[in-house]
Structures are given as structure tokens and as C-alpha cells.
């Protein structure tokens, strides 16, 4: 019975540092920047480590053409390059947490964000 109280006290104990943990990180990804782009950098994205999408640049060419059409393809398509690195860098700092250990089934749970 003394052992089962133990073990619980010892999860407690790692269950405050592993969310003190997931904190430092989850701070560390809101101060990173990424960029996606498409169409030779004619739309750029900047969105930080948690998703965020913090500026979107259109280059001036793409006004004068008056491109409906061309702005609501790229648009998405720098977007989606964006959120793949944010992507990678939250599979980066899983890895840092875990040491490197290869966790199965990461990648995809990470794919969903």
C-alpha cells in the first residue's frame, strides 16, 4: 500500500515538472518566427512557433495586376509552407524533451496542429 502511495507522490512530483516543462517550451515557440513564402516570394507569411500568423506581405506587383485569383492560390500556399515549419519546430523541441528517443506516432500526432 506504502509503495502505491510512493509511486503516486513520485508521478505527482514529475506530472508538475513535465507541465513546467511543456510552459518553457510552449514560451520558447511563441518567440520563434518562421516565414513561408509562395510564388517566388511574391506572398510571404511570417507565424510564430504556436501558429500564429503575425504579418502577411503581398509584393506590389501582385496589386497592380489586380490577380484575384493568383492571390487566393498563393496565399494558402505560404500559409501551409509556414505552418510546416511551425510543425518541425514543435517536433525539434519534442525531441530536445525526450532526448532524441524516437516516440512513435509523433510525426502524425504532430501533423494534426
Known amino acids: 500500500m506504502f509503495k502505491n502511495l510512493t509511486d503516486m507522490a513520485n508521478l505527482l512530483k514529475q506530472s508538475t ?8 517550451i510552449r514560451s520558447q515557440l511563441a518567440a520563434e518566427v518562421v516565414t513561408g513564402s509562395a510564388g517566388a516570394d511574391l506572398i510571404r507569411v511570417e507565424v510564430n512557433g504556436i501558429g500564429e500568423v503575425l504579418r502577411l506581405c503581398i509584393a506590389d506587383e501582385l496589386f497592380q495586376k489586380h490577380d484575384k485569383e493568383l492571390l487566393e492560390e498563393l496565399i494558402p500556399v505560404a500559409l501551409n509552407d509556414a505552418l510546416s515549419k511551425v510543425r518541425s ?25
Open 17 to 24: 515538472s513535465i507541465a513546467k516543462r511543456v510552459q518553457e
Open 89 to 113: 519546430l514543435h517536433v525539434e523541441k519534442v525531441k530536445e524533451v525526450t532526448g532524441g528517443i524516437s516516440v512513435p506516432g509523433l510525426d502524425e500526432a504532430l501533423g494534426g496542429l
